[in-house]
Structure formats: C-alpha cells, structure tokens
C-alpha cells in the first residue's frame, strides 16, 4: 500500500520512515511535512491515515473507492482534490486514465493513486530537487503534482492528433469501414474532455482561495501557468471532438453514397436478368408451337381431321411456320426479343 512515505522540513528530506506510526511521530517531533504516497488502499488500511489526520468520511470513501469525476472540496482545513491523469498507449494506439486524490493539510500530502499514471515519484524527486519550491509548502507539492498530470497531457493530445489524421487519411481515401474506429476514438475523446475540463475550474478555485488560506503568492504564479496550459489542452479536445463528429458525418455520406452505388448495380444487375428470362422464355413459347402441333399429328390415330389429306403436311408446315412467325412478331413488339 505505502509507495513511499518522508518527512521534510524547510525543503530538506530528514526522515525516512518505514510505517505510518512511524510517519506519524516523525511528524510531531520534527514539526515538518508529511508525504505519504499510497496505491490502491483498502478501507482498512486507509482507516489509519484518515483517523490520524482527521480526513472527512466522504473524502475517505472517495478515495478507496475510486471512479470520481475532477473535483476541489475543502473540508475545513483540509483540501480535497481528485485528478484523473492519462498517457498513451503507442501500442494500441489507446488512451489509458487513472487516477490520483490528493489530501492537502497543514502539515501533511497523503497521495492516494489508483493506476499507472501518473508518476509520482519523478514529481518526488523534481520537488526534493527544488528545495526552494518544496520549502513554500504543502501547496508547492500539490502544483508539482498537477503540473505533471497536465504536462502528461501533452503526448496524449499529440497522439490523439496523429489518430485523428489517420482516420481521416482512410475515409478519404475511400476506406468507409473506420466507423468503428472513429467511434471508439470519440469516446477516448469524450473521456479525455471529461478529465481535462473541469481542472481550469479546479485551478481558478485554488488561485482565488490563496489569498484566503495564505499561499504563497509564487506558488499563485506557478498555478497560473498551469492554469494557462489546461485551458490550451482543454480547447484542443474540443476541436477534436468537433472533428471527429465531422468526419464521421462525411464517413456516414461515404457509405451511403457506396451504398447506393451497390443497390444501382444489383438493380441493373436484376433488369438484365429479367431481359435475358424474357428472350429466353420467348424462344421456349416460339419452339414450343411448332412442337406442340407435330406432337399432335405425330399420334398413331386412324380417325383423325385432315390425317389423310393430300395438303395435310405442307399445311402442316405452313401452321408450325405462321404460329412460330406470329408469336416471334409479338415478342418483339412487346420488347422481349
């Protein structure tokens, strides 16, 4: 549960402990800052923490079950934030999200991560790197932690771009099977705007209680800028949001129009068909009269009309010839031949 766990006083790393009590006491004693990092606690384990630092219930429960939207709340003194990091996935060209809550106090940061990003122990090392930026307190950590998430923010976008290019590569050049890719990457959008949307609110709300809570006032100006980069992140994913409802529209008129196209050639396809049963059921009609009147006088009767009449046969011929002549010109005056 305990990724990493330090105290620091006035900038500098000075303990080191190896459980929460110890944690704990080193705190009192040394009259420092607290870090605790946690990954994934259960409600036990967590009960400690919250019970030694005076967590609210509400905010515990947030954080051990996870699944919480971006949100500032403050519950006296103490400070609540929940962010939810991503990184990209090249591999399978994906976007993955995390999440990480962040409990601010007076003299502690208990950071409580649930996934892989974002990396909080290179957010560690850069604070204890910038002793003068650790030094100005439990606020300094908290921009340093939010700095990295949105900085982590870059590749994603940048990935997003590059799959948005992709697919539009493929629909106009005639490839109008990406529906579904188009659809799973504007979900990946809508969850990236989801995450990034709400922290330029997050931000406003920390710059604006400065004042109030007596922040340093650097650490307002750190804040800004980090402020100013979520808002240029948070316009990009709207626009390509915007986009990828475009695209799907072309790609939705794409289809039709092969659609149409394949329904035309089937059609034609089938009236070439009837045209050709046509001229073939022409010549069975035509071949038939003549056969059907050989058939008749080819019986074996003795008492038949005309059997032993002297024009019988060329009449005959001349009846198979007529018939054939006659329903021929009918077929071709009715188009079927």
């Known amino acids: 549960m305990i ?10 790393r000075t303990a080191d402990p190896k459980t929460l009590q110890e944690t704990y006491e080193a705190v009192h004693e040394q009259h420092g800052v607290a870090w605790i990092g946690l990954y994934k606690p259960t409600e036990e384990e ?91 307190g439990p606020e300094a950590i908290l921009y340093a932690i939010m700095d990295r998430v949105v900085d982590d923010y870059t590749p994603v976008v940048a990935g997003l771009e590059n799959d948005i290019d992709e697919i539009e590569t493929e629909v106009f050049g005639g490839n109008v099977g990406v529906g579904r890719r188009i659809y799973e990457l504007s979900r990946e959008v809508i969850e990236f705007q989801r995450a990034v949307k709400p922290l330029p609110g997050i931000l406003g709300g920390l710059i604006a209680g ?4 007596g922040v340093d006032p650097e650490l307002q100006r750190y804040l800004r800028d980090v402020q100013d980069h979520t808002i240029q992140v948070t316009e990009r994913v709207a626009g390509f949001r915007d986009l990828l409802q475009n695209i799907l529209s072309v790609n939705l008129s794409l289809v039709g129009l092969q659609q149409n196209e394949e329904i035309k050639a089937l059609t034609e396809a089938s009236i070439v068909q009837n045209d050709e049963v046509k001229k073939i059921s022409s010549w069975a009609a035509i071949l038939f009269a003549p056969t ?33 002549v006659s329903l021929y010109l009918i077929f071709k005056q009715r188009g079927w031949l």
């Open 3 to 12: 990724v990493d766990s330090a105290i620091y006083v006035d900038g500098q």
């Open 292 to 324: 059907l009147i050989a058939g008749v006088y080819g019986m074996n009767f003795d008492h038949m009309p005309e059997l032993h009449w002297p024009f019988g046969y060329p009449f005959a011929l001349f009846l198979m010839l007529m018939v054939s």
């Open 46 to 136: 967590f009960a400690s923490v919250a019970e030694e630092f005076g967590l609210h219930p509400l905010a515990v429960e947030d954080a051990v079950q996870a699944h919480q939207r971006p949100k500032l709340e403050r519950y006296g003194d103490t400070l609540f934030v929940v962010l939810r990091p991503a990184r990209y996935l090249d591999r399978s060209e994906t976007v993955a999200f995390g999440e990480v809550h962040v409990f601010l106090g007076a003299d502690f940061v208990v950071t409580v991560r649930h996934g892989e990003a974002p990396d909080l122990r290179g957010v560690r090392g850069r604070m204890e790197r910038e002793t003068e930026l650790l030094r100005r």
């Open 210 to 213: 400065s004042e109030k809570y």
